[in-house]
């Protein structure tokens, strides 16, 4: 499998910018990907230590939407939480702190 591949995104949410001030990061990524290809690729692309990675499928849903209120299928996907060394930082998830001043 390709590392680049691996990482589908960055999950941004409240609870996940709650989480990152922990050192703790949220990500999608692909079903098939396991726990040590997830460390691996986070280490190489960030340049951080990971300690720590949980990982969580989320089941498709149902959506109503548009006019007609026709029904879609959301996909499931694969949320992995990695929990890194303290003192380091993934760019991604800094809220630019600094501008809101």
């Known amino acids: 499998m390709k590392n680049v591949n691996i990482i589908l995104g960055p999950i941004i949410s409240e609870k996940s910018m709650n ?30 230590n990971v300690l ?10 149902s959506v109503k939407a548009g006019v007609k209120r026709l029904e879609i299928l959301k996909p499931s996907f694969k949320k992995a939480f990695v929990t890194i060394k303290a003192g380091q930082k993934i760019g991604l998830f800094d809220a630019g702190s600094e ?3």
């Open 19 to 48: 989480d990152a001030a922990n050192n703790r990061y949220h990500f999608k990524v692909l079903k098939s990907a396991n726990k040590r290809e997830i460390k691996k690729i986070i280490e190489e692309k960030f340049k951080v």
């Open 99 to 101: 501008g809101a001043k």
């Open 52 to 61: 720590k990675i949980a990982t969580v499928t989320v089941k498709g849903r």
